[in-house]
């Protein structure tokens, strides 16, 4: 929700918003303009919405760029069903109470220019309004401290781990879309939710991403991606990915650099992405483990807390490793139907935060 | 007098993984996918916006992370320029990455990065293998680090560690290409020729693999075993034509050997002249060490190419330029990218050893010792440094090893040897005994280029130990050599600048060439014939010339 300037484009009813009162008394006071990697699933505009003393995030949606398009009944037909798809999954989210997930709080349809102008009819699909994004919390003094670190991980975690348990892979978990919300009177520091569920596929339900060879954003993709891979496996090749992208958010974390930003430049060049002409094999797949060890080992390993280095690097390990047959808690993964665990993993980073967080106490008081 | 080096094979060499990676027998042969991984400029843009309004190391790692788009790379460049020059707040992590995608760009260091530490006061290997140590307690599934570290295993003598490292390297990754010639390497090292073939022999993705097949073939030969896949081999390169000259150079190098060994000189030409089309490091050295048997030139661009990057190569070729200051140079970079193997540790220490510098040699003998405390050619070295000290008993042990494993074949050395300590101590007459009996050794096992190189020292040995008779020694060594001289003679006598003994080359004969230009005066065109040429054939042939 970042507000940057933007090349102009032709005004539509979803642009002129500014200052309307929906029907469900909220009144839309800012447009935000795109941030980076705003996928959103769909093509609506972004708004700042006020009720009282809330505040919430709108997003419009209207028909009228669709037909101009050189097939304007497909456009309108993807871009409904993108729009319904991703009300109904935040819609499923908030009432199974998903905690760490943006919150639904309406939908409607409001004529911009009156009823009679069927063309003015744009979709208001209102949510949780967020602060600001893990880009930037990350100020001042670099990397966030390990603490810091492992409470945005436990957040983090229990999100994926919630969507998980509802049959929903979110597949474009990255730091613009982990966002800092202040609901909790009883945390003294932020709590962070994942948002923009506009690109999510779900187990049980066809949705206009399944045959995407990638939903997300590439460059936060896990590596099997990189060479064209989708294991056939549901865990493999969904929550495996998510058990990845929560792995390059601890790294960015740590380090201010994605993963896949760091793990890129020590793969030989003759295995680099678009150069590698061979399979998902046992050649590529060593050279990207060790890739993959060196990172970890040089860059996330030195920013730990030393009492807690160990179990932080098997965490990080157990998501970031390049195979994704293998990607996840270890245990979980020898289970019936092979779950990747991020319940587990979760639980894991929960201990491990409670722990940095006595640790520090104990330095403090020292 | 010292050993020359064992007969080399076409075995997979066993480099620091890295460098393996970087070279095609790691690559596959398959060609890239046509789908071009792009980037999107607008994000980018978006992206870097974003940081100059905010300037927070969070946005800049934004901007980094679309440096995995190599179409981008050079724009996201520009902004970690701007933001290590305009010292904003970025982390170290940021740094190093913005530091090194520059110098991969062909750019000079950003940032100022403190100098390498190297450790004076442990052995060189101690902190690579703690590195790797620490890469493998994190991450003890990596297999491409476990090869690394059984290679400093096995450069300090610790065999049996190296042999586990290498098995759970190949149960990680039992189907990695690397991983298993490594492994059949490893067992060459260990003196387990059979393993090592039958490693490669059952390996199921041998068949299809032109690599592994090579491999099979040499490890054939070492073990003295049937090669499943010579005839296979043989029917590989005439049938498939998806892979490059570059995958298949292994292969017919291999096949080459093996029609030489049957007497097929031409076809061993042909596949000899498939090999070098586009060799490796591993061919062209192997090329080099058989140049005589072949009789081919060796200079075209990727023979050329090929061989600056080999220092194995590059040291055979220096030894036959004699030329020791080169020698010295690559031996010393070919042991430090084969750490565990003594064949660089044997061209060290007998060059220094040639040079007078015993001490040096010593030295090197003991690191290769450590390696491999059973090599002949070091214990021979180390033998001939003891008689030259005049250190009785210990020569004495050294040659009982010898004797005890390696039986007849030793004995000409070890009298010659014996021969040395005897002047040493000067008993001329009974070193001349020894001295003769060595001689006449070689000559019955029909060495007389050893035997020729054993007069050599010993009037080399007659001039150190004054000799009364040095005169008439010296005379019979310049007859044999000028009969029968040797590129190891002939390094000594250039080290030792021996006046009366002249240096002499062997005459180089007129060698083949792999293509040859035909020029049609009549069409005026130019073009290539491939095909291994006769001996002494011309560069450019005019069409209808008489």
Same mark, same amino acid.
Not at chain 1, 7 to 27: D, F, N, Q, R, Y
Not at chain 1, 234 to 247: I, N, P
Not at chain 2, 475 to 503: C, N
């Given at each position: 929700m970042s507000v940057i300037s933007s090349p102009p484009i032709a005004k539509t009813p979803k642009h002129v918003m500014e200052g309307v009162t929906l029907h469900s008394g909220w009144t839309l006071v800012e447009q935000l303009k795109p941030s980076t990697g705003a996928s959103g699933g769909t093509f609506g505009v972004g708004y700042r919405a006020t009720r009282g003393g809330e505040t919430a995030f709108v997003k419009v949606i209207d028909f009228v760029e669709a037909l101009g398009k050189p097939d304007p009944i497909l456009e309108l037909q993807n871009l409904i069903g993108n729009a319904s798809f991703e009300k109904e999954v935040l819609a499923y989210c908030t009432e199974r109470g998903m905690t760490r997930v943006m919150r639904f709080l309406g939908h409607e349809y409001f004529f911009t220019n009156g009823p009679a102008d069927l063309m003015g009819r744009v979709s208001c699909l209102i949510m949780e309004a967020g602060e600001t994004d893990l880009r930037r919390l990350m100020h001042g003094n670099g990397p966030a401290s390990c603490l810091q670190t492992l409470q945005v991980m436990d957040d983090v975690s229990l999100a994926l781990a919630q969507l998980h348990r509802g049959g929903i892979a979110h597949q474009d978990i990255k730091p613009s879309n982990v966002i800092s919300v202040?609901? @909790?009177?009883?945390?003294?520091d932020r709590t962070m939710k994942v948002a923009d569920l506009g690109r999510v596929v779900r187990r049980e339900q066809t949705g206009p991403f399944d045959n995407f060879a990638w939903p997300g954003d590439l460059r936060y993709s896990p590596p099997e991606r990189w060479y064209g891979h989708v294991p056939t496996d549901w865990c493999d090749s969904r929550d495996a990915s998510d058990a990845y992208m929560l792995g390059s958010i601890l790294l960015f974390l740590s380090t201010g650099t994605p993963i896949q930003a760091l793990v890129v430049p020590l793969i030989p060049n003759q295995y680099r992405p678009g150069v590698w002409?061979? @399979?998902?094999?046992d050649d590529l797949l060593g050279v990207l483990v060790d890739a993959h060890a060196r990172v970890l080992e040089d860059h996330l390993k030195p920013s730990l807390m030393p009492e807690i280095a160990d179990g932080v690097m098997q965490i990080a390990n157990e998501l970031t490793n390049p195979d994704p047959v293998r990607r996840g808690d270890g245990r979980a993964r020898r289970q019936i139907g092979r779950p990747v665990g991020l319940d587990r993993i979760h639980q894991k980073i929960h201990a491990l935060a409670l722990r940095a967080a006595a640790i520090q106490r104990g330095r403090l008081k020292s | 007098m010292k050993s020359s080096l064992p007969e080399r094979r076409l075995i997979p060499k066993w480099r620091p993984v890295a460098t393996t990676l970087e070279s095609?027998?790691?690559?596959?042969h398959k060609a890239a996918p046509s789908q071009i991984l792009s980037g999107d400029k607008d994000e980018l843009e978006r992206a870097i916006a974003n940081w100059k309004e905010h300037r927070t190391p969070g946005m800049l790692g934004e901007v980094l992370s679309?440096?995995?788009h190599p179409d981008l790379l050079p724009r996201v460049l520009d902004v970690g320029s701007e933001a290590i020059h305009s010292r904003a707040d970025l982390t170290i992590v940021q740094a190093s990455l913005i530091n090194d995608l520059s110098r991969s760009n062909g750019e000079s260091n950003l940032i100022d990065l403190p100098p390498p530490f190297i450790a004076t006061d442990t052995h060189p290997f101690q902190e690579p293998i703690r590195r790797l140590r620490n890469l493998l307690r994190s991450r003890p599934d990596n297999a491409l680090a476990l090869l690394d570290l059984a290679q400093l295993q096995a450069a300090i003598g610790k065999t049996g560690s190296a042999e586990r490292s290498i098995r759970m390297a190949l149960n990680l990754a039992p189907n990695n290409r690397t991983v298993i010639r490594t492994a059949a390497r490893f067992y060459v090292h260990v003196d387990k020729p059979d393993q090592a073939h039958q490693l490669v022999r059952r390996h199921q993705r041998t068949p299809a693999d032109p690599w592994l097949m090579a491999s099979e073939i040499a490890l054939a030969d070492l073990a003295g075993a049937e090669s499943g896949f010579l005839s296979k081999g043989k029917r590989f390169l005439i049938e498939q034509h998806s892979f490059s000259a570059a995958h298949l150079t292994e292969l017919s190098g291999a096949i080459a050997m093996e029609e030489y060994q049957a007497g097929n000189l031409k076809r061993a030409r042909d596949a000899q002249r498939r090999a070098l089309l586009s060799p490796n490091d591993n061919m062209i050295a192997q090329a080099f060490e058989n140049r005589s048997r072949f009789g081919i030139q060796l200079e075209t661009p990727q023979i050329l190419n090929a061989l600056a990057h080999s220092h194995e190569a590059l040291v055979l070729k220096a030894w036959m330029d004699m030329s020791p200051d080169q020698v010295e140079h690559h031996a010393q970079a070919w042991h430090a990218e084969e750490s565990f193997s003594s064949r660089p540790i044997q061209l060290l220490s007998t060059l220094y050893l040639f040079k007078g510098d015993y001490s040096m040699s010593e030295r090197w003998i003991s690191a290769g010792l450590l390696s491999d405390p059973l090599d002949r050619g070091l214990q021979i070295n180390q033998a001939f440094l003891r008689a030259r000290a005049g250190q009785g008993q210990e020569m004495a042990a050294v040659l009982r090893r010898l004797r005890s494993r390696h039986q007849q074949e030793i004995e000409p050395y070890a009298k010659a040897i014996e021969g040395l300590y005897e002047y040493a101590q000067g008993r001329f007459d009974a070193g001349d005994q020894l001295y003769g009996q060595a001689v006449d050794q070689f000559m019955q096992i029909r060495r007389p280029d050893l035997a020729a190189y054993c007069q050599l020292f010993r009037a080399l040995a007659s001039s150190d130990f004054k000799h009364p008779q040095e005169a008439e020694i010296t005379a019979k060594a310049s007859s044999a050599l000028s009969e029968y001289p040797t590129f190891d003679s002939l390094m000594l006598l250039t080290i030792r600048a021996q006046a009366d003994l002249p240096v002499k080359l062997p005459v180089d004969q007129a060698k083949r060439r792999l293509s040859q230009l035909i020029f049609d005066p009549e069409k005026n065109t130019l073009s290539v014939k491939h095909g291994v040429t006769s001996a002494g054939a011309k560069a450019v042939v005019i069409k209808g010339a008489k």
């Amino acid at each position: 929700m970042s507000v940057i300037s933007s090349p102009p484009i032709a005004k539509t009813p979803k642009h002129v918003m500014e200052g309307v009162t929906l029907h469900s008394g909220w009144t839309l006071v800012e447009q935000l303009k795109p941030s980076t990697g705003a996928s959103g699933g769909t093509f609506g505009v972004g708004y700042r919405a006020t009720r009282g003393g809330e505040t919430a995030f709108v997003k419009v949606i209207d028909f009228v760029e669709a037909l101009g398009k050189p097939d304007p009944i497909l456009e309108l037909q993807n871009l409904i069903g993108n729009a319904s798809f991703e009300k109904e999954v935040l819609a499923y989210c908030t009432e199974r109470g998903m905690t760490r997930v943006m919150r639904f709080l309406g939908h409607e349809y409001f004529f911009t220019n009156g009823p009679a102008d069927l063309m003015g009819r744009v979709s208001c699909l209102i949510m949780e309004a967020g602060e600001t994004d893990l880009r930037r919390l990350m100020h001042g003094n670099g990397p966030a401290s390990c603490l810091q670190t492992l409470q945005v991980m436990d957040d983090v975690s229990l999100a994926l781990a919630q969507l998980h348990r509802g049959g929903i892979a979110h597949q474009d978990i990255k730091p613009s879309n982990v966002i800092s919300v202040a609901e @909790s009177p009883l945390r003294a520091d932020r709590t962070m939710k994942v948002a923009d569920l506009g690109r999510v596929v779900r187990r049980e339900q066809t949705g206009p991403f399944d045959n995407f060879a990638w939903p997300g954003d590439l460059r936060y993709s896990p590596p099997e991606r990189w060479y064209g891979h989708v294991p056939t496996d549901w865990c493999d090749s969904r929550d495996a990915s998510d058990a990845y992208m929560l792995g390059s958010i601890l790294l960015f974390l740590s380090t201010g650099t994605p993963i896949q930003a760091l793990v890129v430049p020590l793969i030989p060049n003759q295995y680099r992405p678009g150069v590698w002409g061979g @399979s998902f094999d046992d050649d590529l797949l060593g050279v990207l483990v060790d890739a993959h060890a060196r990172v970890l080992e040089d860059h996330l390993k030195p920013s730990l807390m030393p009492e807690i280095a160990d179990g932080v690097m098997q965490i990080a390990n157990e998501l970031t490793n390049p195979d994704p047959v293998r990607r996840g808690d270890g245990r979980a993964r020898r289970q019936i139907g092979r779950p990747v665990g991020l319940d587990r993993i979760h639980q894991k980073i929960h201990a491990l935060a409670l722990r940095a967080a006595a640790i520090q106490r104990g330095r403090l008081k020292s | 007098m010292k050993s020359s080096l064992p007969e080399r094979r076409l075995i997979p060499k066993w480099r620091p993984v890295a460098t393996t990676l970087e070279s095609p027998e790691a690559g596959t042969h398959k060609a890239a996918p046509s789908q071009i991984l792009s980037g999107d400029k607008d994000e980018l843009e978006r992206a870097i916006a974003n940081w100059k309004e905010h300037r927070t190391p969070g946005m800049l790692g934004e901007v980094l992370s679309f440096s995995v788009h190599p179409d981008l790379l050079p724009r996201v460049l520009d902004v970690g320029s701007e933001a290590i020059h305009s010292r904003a707040d970025l982390t170290i992590v940021q740094a190093s990455l913005i530091n090194d995608l520059s110098r991969s760009n062909g750019e000079s260091n950003l940032i100022d990065l403190p100098p390498p530490f190297i450790a004076t006061d442990t052995h060189p290997f101690q902190e690579p293998i703690r590195r790797l140590r620490n890469l493998l307690r994190s991450r003890p599934d990596n297999a491409l680090a476990l090869l690394d570290l059984a290679q400093l295993q096995a450069a300090i003598g610790k065999t049996g560690s190296a042999e586990r490292s290498i098995r759970m390297a190949l149960n990680l990754a039992p189907n990695n290409r690397t991983v298993i010639r490594t492994a059949a390497r490893f067992y060459v090292h260990v003196d387990k020729p059979d393993q090592a073939h039958q490693l490669v022999r059952r390996h199921q993705r041998t068949p299809a693999d032109p690599w592994l097949m090579a491999s099979e073939i040499a490890l054939a030969d070492l073990a003295g075993a049937e090669s499943g896949f010579l005839s296979k081999g043989k029917r590989f390169l005439i049938e498939q034509h998806s892979f490059s000259a570059a995958h298949l150079t292994e292969l017919s190098g291999a096949i080459a050997m093996e029609e030489y060994q049957a007497g097929n000189l031409k076809r061993a030409r042909d596949a000899q002249r498939r090999a070098l089309l586009s060799p490796n490091d591993n061919m062209i050295a192997q090329a080099f060490e058989n140049r005589s048997r072949f009789g081919i030139q060796l200079e075209t661009p990727q023979i050329l190419n090929a061989l600056a990057h080999s220092h194995e190569a590059l040291v055979l070729k220096a030894w036959m330029d004699m030329s020791p200051d080169q020698v010295e140079h690559h031996a010393q970079a070919w042991h430090a990218e084969e750490s565990f193997s003594s064949r660089p540790i044997q061209l060290l220490s007998t060059l220094y050893l040639f040079k007078g510098d015993y001490s040096m040699s010593e030295r090197w003998i003991s690191a290769g010792l450590l390696s491999d405390p059973l090599d002949r050619g070091l214990q021979i070295n180390q033998a001939f440094l003891r008689a030259r000290a005049g250190q009785g008993q210990e020569m004495a042990a050294v040659l009982r090893r010898l004797r005890s494993r390696h039986q007849q074949e030793i004995e000409p050395y070890a009298k010659a040897i014996e021969g040395l300590y005897e002047y040493a101590q000067g008993r001329f007459d009974a070193g001349d005994q020894l001295y003769g009996q060595a001689v006449d050794q070689f000559m019955q096992i029909r060495r007389p280029d050893l035997a020729a190189y054993c007069q050599l020292f010993r009037a080399l040995a007659s001039s150190d130990f004054k000799h009364p008779q040095e005169a008439e020694i010296t005379a019979k060594a310049s007859s044999a050599l000028s009969e029968y001289p040797t590129f190891d003679s002939l390094m000594l006598l250039t080290i030792r600048a021996q006046a009366d003994l002249p240096v002499k080359l062997p005459v180089d004969q007129a060698k083949r060439r792999l293509s040859q230009l035909i020029f049609d005066p009549e069409k005026n065109t130019l073009s290539v014939k491939h095909g291994v040429t006769s001996a002494g054939a011309k560069a450019v042939v005019i069409k209808g010339a008489k």
